[in-house]
Structures are given as structure tokens and as C-alpha cells.
């Protein structure tokens, strides 16, 4: 697999030295270490897949100090309560039923302002992100790192089994964020929904994203060190049904907007 890229930092900090085996930017003395992560994971109608996000996750985790945040926005499915059911005597699992919120982004907040651990890994209950790749993101943070994407168009990522529709929506949209917002013309993927960040620095940050766009509000309204991405697989969903809607699409351009006057 390539090795993960850097990209420049957000915060004035001095330059670090590079690493030429990995292309991370790392101290000397930064060597790689364990660090605790709390995984997030939004839920809406997932009450298929919601089993076995907490299976694998349990699995890729094992013998690492982690929690794994289940929340859900009060499914008709039943997510929630089957996500309970599962989570019951595990010590790790929390379920977080939303009654009064709506939307995945601000899902993914509420997780991070419930979050304990050093670390919030971010990943959909569909499964088309791994959770055995959370340790190798987790591994690639140092003193100077502080954001780790899962990249689909680093070289090394792909996507499995997209029309070329999809391809071209997916292409075409990370083009236009390009365009709008300067803090994403670094990154191969800055539209992933999969992706590791420093608690620290989400902490005490208003985040307000709309629709499913976290990792923009973070690189856009955080302040934060260097920012990796290691390639991945994207898998097509097995269970459930996608949420991209044409309404969707709308109301990504309108916050691709709305950070655009903040900036």
C-alpha cells in the first residue's frame, strides 16, 4: 500500500522533520503510541448493519483502550434499541438515542461532545468504511499530527462497484469544494466520511455542519497540526438503503457555501 500524505498545517507551529519511509511529518522523539479513541457512529434506519458495525469495531479495537458511541436519531427501525440490546453487557458500547435532533452531522457533534478518550474516529454504520482500519489511523498520530483522513483518492484508495455517475458527483463535488475553500486544496479527499481527529481540537468549537460534510466544518473551523491521509477501500453498502438524495446534494453546496463566508 502508498504510503499516507501530508498535508501543511493549519497552526503556526515550526516545521517538523519528515520521515521519508512514511511521508508523516514526525519529531524524533514522536515516535508512534498508543492513544485512546472513542468511535463515532451516526445511526438512521441501520438497524441491519448496526450489529455488526459493533462486532467489527469490537474486534479491530481489541486490546486497545476505545469506546464506541452508537448515535441514533430515534430510528423507526428500531436502530437504537437493537444497538442497546447488543451493547447491553458490553462496557465499551454506549447508545446515544437523539429524540429532538435530526441529521448526521450534527449526530456526529453530539458524539464528539460526549466523547472521554484522546481521539474521535468518525464512520458510517453502513460499513463501506472499515473499522479495522481505526488502529492504522490511530497509529499514524504524532506530536505534530493531529488529523487522519481515509482516503479514496490517495493513491492506494479506491471505490468499489460506483456507477460512473456516482464517480462523476463524487469527483466533481471534491472539485468544487477545492474551488470554495482553500484549507481542502492539500487533500486528496477532503469530502471522506471517515476520518480520526484530535478531541483537543474539536473541543469548545462550534461546529455546525450540514448534512453529512463533518470533516469540512473541522477543516475549516478547527485550528489544528498536520493532516495525513492513508488510502482505504470505500465498499458499496450490503444492508440498508443509501442516503443520497438530490436534497442531499443541494444542501452540500449550501454549506460548501456557508464555510466559504466564514472563511
Known amino acids: 500500500?502508498?504510503?499516507?500524505?501530508?498535508?501543511?498545517?493549519?497552526?503556526?507551529?515550526?516545521?517538523?522533520?519528515?520521515?521519508?519511509?512514511?511521508?508523516?511529518?514526525?519529531?524524533?522523539?514522536?515516535?508512534?503510541?498508543?492513544?485512546?479513541?472513542?468511535?463515532?457512529?451516526?445511526?438512521?434506519?441501520?438497524?441491519?448493519?448496526?450489529?455488526?458495525?459493533?462486532?467489527?469495531?469490537?474486534?479491530?479495537?481489541?486490546?486497545?483502550?476505545?469506546?464506541?458511541?452508537?448515535?441514533?436519531?430515534?430510528?423507526?427501525?428500531?436502530?437504537?434499541?437493537?444497538?442497546?440490546?447488543?451493547?447491553?453487557?458490553?462496557?465499551?458500547?454506549?447508545?446515544?438515542?437523539?429524540?429532538?435532533?435530526?441529521?448526521?452531522?450534527?449526530?456526529?457533534?453530539?458524539?464528539?461532545?460526549?466523547?472521554?478518550?484522546?481521539?474521535?474516529?468518525?464512520?458510517?454504520?453502513?460499513?463501506?468504511?472499515?473499522?479495522?482500519?481505526?488502529?492504522?489511523?490511530?497509529?499514524?498520530v504524532t506530536e505534530y499530527v493531529d488529523v487522519v483522513i481515509g482516503s479514496r483518492y490517495r493513491k492506494g484508495g479506491r471505490v468499489v462497484n460506483w456507477p460512473l455517475s456516482r464517480q462523476l458527483i463524487s469527483r466533481g463535488a471534491i472539485a468544487l469544494t477545492k474551488l470554495c475553500l482553500a484549507e481542502t486544496r492539500g487533500l486528496n479527499d477532503p469530502l471522506s466520511g471517515f476520518f480520526l481527529?484530535?478531541?483537543?481540537?474539536?473541543?469548545?468549537?462550534?461546529l455546525e455542519p450540514r448534512g453529512y460534510k463533518v470533516l469540512l466544518e473541522v477543516l475549516v473551523q478547527c485550528e489544528y497540526g498536520h493532516v495525513v491521509e492513508v488510502p482505504y477501500q470505500f465498499d458499496e453498502r450490503r444492508f440498508g438503503q443509501s442516503k443520497l438524495t438530490t436534497d442531499a446534494c443541494r444542501v452540500f453546496v449550501e454549506h460548501l457555501l456557508t464555510l466559504r463566508s466564514r472563511a
Open 197 to 206: 481527529v484530535r478531541r483537543s481540537v474539536v473541543d469548545d468549537v462550534d
Open 1 to 140: 500500500m502508498e504510503p499516507p500524505s501530508s498535508s501543511s498545517t493549519a497552526r503556526s507551529e515550526p516545521a517538523p522533520e519528515t520521515d521519508s519511509a512514511s511521508g508523516l511529518s514526525r519529531d524524533h522523539s514522536d515516535e508512534v503510541v498508543s492513544q485512546s479513541v472513542s468511535i463515532v457512529v451516526p445511526t438512521f434506519n441501520e438497524a441491519e448493519n448496526v450489529e455488526r458495525v459493533i462486532s467489527r469495531c469490537r474486534q479491530a479495537m481489541d486490546g486497545r483502550d476505545y469506546e464506541l458511541l452508537i448515535v441514533d436519531d430515534d430510528s423507526p427501525d428500531g436502530t437504537w434499541r437493537v444497538a442497546e440490546a447488543v451493547g447491553e453487557d458490553i462496557d465499551e458500547v454506549r447508545v446515544l438515542r437523539r429524540q429532538s435532533e435530526r441529521g448526521l452531522g450534527t449526530a456526529v457533534v453530539h458524539g464528539f461532545e460526549r466523547a472521554t478518550k484522546d481521539f474521535c474516529a468518525v464512520l458510517d454504520a453502513d460499513l463501506q468504511h472499515p473499522p479495522e482500519l481505526i488502529p492504522e489511523l490511530a497509529n499514524h
